[in-house]
Each structure stands twice: as structure tokens, then as C-alpha cells.
């Protein structure tokens, strides 16, 4: 991977932590701290060293900001040389993604055991709430990272996922809009960075970053950051 591919990279960890830190609003100084720490990253006003970013990661991820750096590249899974191995052919994500997004790109075969729809996606997702993320994992035993955990809810509907982001988002049909996603359908946003399962009502499923288990949230999704929404199994209904 090129520097300037790693580079979009950690940006796109910098948007996907300030969305997910969001909510950290309270009157103590640690929160305090936090929260200005989100919002460093999502306007870029820190110094722009390895030490500000190192902190800012780690407040943002509820980390004391003293983690170091190898720390933190090693649980994101970016490493000494920023090879990113749990989302190998990331490079061409955001290729795809507005060709994705508006359903140019041709749908990817899937296989299917049954007859699952999206309500049984929600359903099976659910069943992982609580379960704690970690990079690369696939086994909810010992944690699941965001497309290990996509993988693991449409295989126990005897549906096969690939496993990283960049192949999932190529499969199944395209969804134009976030209007018009259904429960069950796959959210991919920041060009590939990250996956969720969108549970209809403004509500997705996820396993979010490094420190955080699985959970329902509102989904901040939006146009601006979504890559793509492919739809794998026959649309559910909103309950």
C-alpha cells in the first residue's frame, strides 16, 4: 500500500472515531477532555504529529491518551509498515464506492443456505450484543471485528460473506439510498473502512472499534460518508 493510501486510511479512521465518539458529553474533565480530543480529529486542528494523533486516537477510543503508538497501529490493525490486514485490496474501495452506492456495480453472487430474509439478519445479529471487538477476529467466543461480524450473522443464516469490507461490499444488489435501506442490508462507509447492519427506524448494528463491544446505535450514516449499501437476502420490514 502506497503512503498516500495509508494516509486516506488513517483519515478515514479519524472521521469514522469523531462519528462514533459522538455522544461523549458530560461535565467531567476526563469526558471533557474526550470530547475535544473527537473534535480535533474531525477538523483537523491538532499539530499534526504522531504524539497529537496517538492521543487524540486513544481519548477518542476512551483511552487515558498515554497508549503508544505501536499500541494503538497494532489494535487497528495498521502495523509498523501500515499494511492493513484485515482489509487487504482496500486500494480499490474507493473505486467502488459511488459506483456501489448508485448500483453501477455489478452484484456479487452469494450463497445461500435457506431462506433468510432481513428481519432474520436482525434477529441473528442481536444475538452478539455485548460481544467484544478485536482485530481480525471472526470468533464471537473471543471478540469479532466489523466484517468478521457481518460474516459471522449471514453464515449462521447459511449465507457465505467474503471476509473483509472491500469484498462484502461488492456482494448482493445495490440499495440507491439510505432511504430506502431495509433491515438486514449492509451499510459500508468512509470508502471501506467500516461495516454495519442497518436495523431499520435510524437504528444499525456493529462491532465498532478497538475498546467497544457489539451494540445497537443510531445510525450516523449518512450520504456524505456512505460507500455503499448492498442488500444480500430479501429485503425485512421495519418492526
Avoid at 430474509?117 to 452478539?128: E, H, L, W
Amino acid at each position: 500500500m502506497s503512503m498516500t493510501e495509508a494516509i486516506g486510511r488513517m483519515q478515514g479512521i479519524q472521521s469514522m472515531i469523531a462519528e462514533l465518539s459522538r455522544p461523549a458529553a458530560t461535565e467531567t474533565s476526563a469526558a471533557a477532555a474526550k470530547a475535544a480530543a473527537a473534535a480535533s480529529l474531525a477538523t483537523a486542528t491538532g499539530t499534526g504529529d504522531s504524539a497529537t494523533f496517538t492521543q487524540a486516537l486513544a481519548a477518542a477510543l476512551g483511552g487515558s491518551g498515554a497508549t503508544d503508538t505501536a499500541s494503538l497501529t497494532d489494535s487497528l490493525g495498521l502495523g509498523a509498515s501500515l499494511g492493513l490486514g484485515g482489509t487487504s485490496g482496500l486500494g480499490s474501495a474507493a473505486a467502488v464506492g459511488t459506483a456501489a452506492l448508485t448500483g453501477a456495480q455489478a452484484a456479487g453472487s452469494v450463497h445461500t443456505g435457506g431462506a433468510a430474509t432481513g428481519n432474520d439478519v436482525v434477529a441473528v445479529a442481536k444475538k452478539y450484543i455485548g460481544v467484544p471487538y478485536v482485530w481480525g477476529g471472526t470468533n464471537p467466543a473471543t471478540g469479532m471485528d466489523c466484517s468478521g461480524f457481518t460474516q459471522r450473522v449471514f453464515k449462521d443464516l447459511g449465507v457465505e460473506l467474503p471476509r473483509v469490507v472491500s469484498d462484502q461490499m461488492r456482494q448482493g444488489t445495490p440499495v440507491a439510498s439510505l432511504a430506502e435501506a431495509k433491515p438486514g442490508d449492509l451499510l459500508v462507509s468512509f470508502g471501506g473502512n467500516h461495516i454495519s447492519i442497518y436495523l431499520g427506524n435510524g437504528k444499525a448494528i456493529d462491532a465498532p472499534v478497538p475498546g467497544k463491544t457489539v451494540q445497537i446505535r443510531d445510525a450516523w450514516e449518512q450520504q456524505s460518508n456512505l460507500t455503499s449499501i448492498r442488500r444480500i437476502v430479501p429485503a425485512g420490514a421495519a418492526s
